[in-house]
């Protein structure tokens, strides 16, 4: 298999290509298409890589050097390639060709955030992209069942497959339970912080006794600049720029994981909290809902209903912590 994924050095879309590069789960990777800006040191040296600079130019570089690869060596059978960073391929190639979608934006049917205008852009210009070169892909990948729905709803004489695979996890260890919830999210506008926030303050009208929050931001954020409110009985906990291991710490930390974002093709931090023990709460909508067995949902935008479901577990939580007491007793 040969990955193409030169769009790719950061944030998510780093975690799950370390892992699809580490543990292999469509097939041997032959061939790596990279962005110079991609840090990863256990690239097995059997693997051909190749790196290009983060610009246009470079990236069309990358796709004429990829088409090459297979014009120059007629019966060269390395296939097939996953186009694993939402760019498709600009050329028909002799192989089969996979887009592995892992950007529910790049979909019609999904409204474009609009809290950053290079995001809204760069979204539209992916989406338009799919479009002009959806010849030259055969095969769709996605993460979940909404995923799939919507992908055939956009590309309905694709064959779209679910084919999600989650980052290597460390087993859960035992650690003193410092905080009540955990919520690992963004500033951006579709992760809906503000709804978390704001069901933080009604709960804060109704406890008694001291409750923690942690919130934990992206790399990007910096935390200084962050208004919370004055609450009196929550102490907020704000930390960005974490590591992967002191993210896995700090769930093992926590008692209840709370996500409030509306679109996500996958939510890793849902599959983590549920890894390491957590209770997970999010909004019943078209990601979480084949998860809903798993988890425990609310009534999407609703700070009340956000509230009364934190409050409900927070008792929870504190009786089984009670009741466990008094055995030892």
Not at 91 to 111: A, P, W
Not at 192 to 205: F, G, I, S, T, Y
Not at 267 to 287: Q, R, S, T
Request: net charge positive; hydrophobic share 40%; glycine share 4%.
């Amino acid at each position: 298999m040969i990955v193409f994924a030169v769009n790719i050095h950061s944030g998510g879309g780093k975690v799950l290509l370390d892992e699809l590069i580490s543990s292999e789960p469509f097939g041997k990777i032959t061939h790596l298409y990279l962005d110079r800006r991609y840090q990863n040191n256990s690239i097995p040296s059997t693997v051909e890589t190749l790196s290009y600079p983060p610009t246009i130019k470079a990236r069309l570089q990358a796709q004429w050097d990829l088409r090459k690869m297979f014009k120059v060596n007629p019966g060269l059978k390395k296939g097939p390639v996953l186009f694993f960073g939402n760019l498709p391929p600009f050329f028909k190639l002799r192989v089969e060709s996979i887009l592995y979608l892992q950007n529910c934006f790049n979909l019609s049917g999904i409204s474009l955030p609009k809290d950053s205008l290079k995001e809204n852009l760069r979204n539209r210009m992916e989406r338009y992209l799919l479009r002009i070169f959806s010849k030259n892909y055969q095969k769709i990948w996605v993460q979940s069942e909404w995923m799939v729905q919507l992908a055939k709803n956009n590309f309905p004489e694709k064959e779209i497959y679910k084919k999600p695979f989650i980052p290597a996890l460390p087993e859960p260890t035992q650690v003193e339970k410092i905080y009540d919830f955990i919520s690992v999210t963004s500033l951006s506008s579709h992760k809906n912080l503000r709804l978390l926030l704001q069901a933080l303050e009604l709960l804060d009208l109704k406890v008694t006794s001291q409750v923690r929050a942690l919130i934990v931001l992206d790399n990007s954020v910096n935390i200084t600049e962050v208004r919370l409110p004055k609450l009196k009985h929550i102490h907020l906990t704000l930390r960005s720029k974490l590591s992967r291991q002191d993210l896995f710490l700090e769930y093992q930390r926590s008692k209840i994981a709370v996500i409030t974002s509306l679109l996500e093709s996958f939510c890793l931090p849902i599959f983590e909290a549920l890894h390491f023990g957590l209770k997970v709460i999010c909004p019943a909508v078209g990601y979480t809902l084949e998860l809903k067995n798993e988890t425990l949902q609310y009534n999407v935008d609703s700070a009340k209903d956000l509230s009364e479901l934190l409050e409900q577990n927070l008792r929870a939580s504190s009786k089984k912590i009670v009741s466990s007491a008094d055995g030892k007793c």
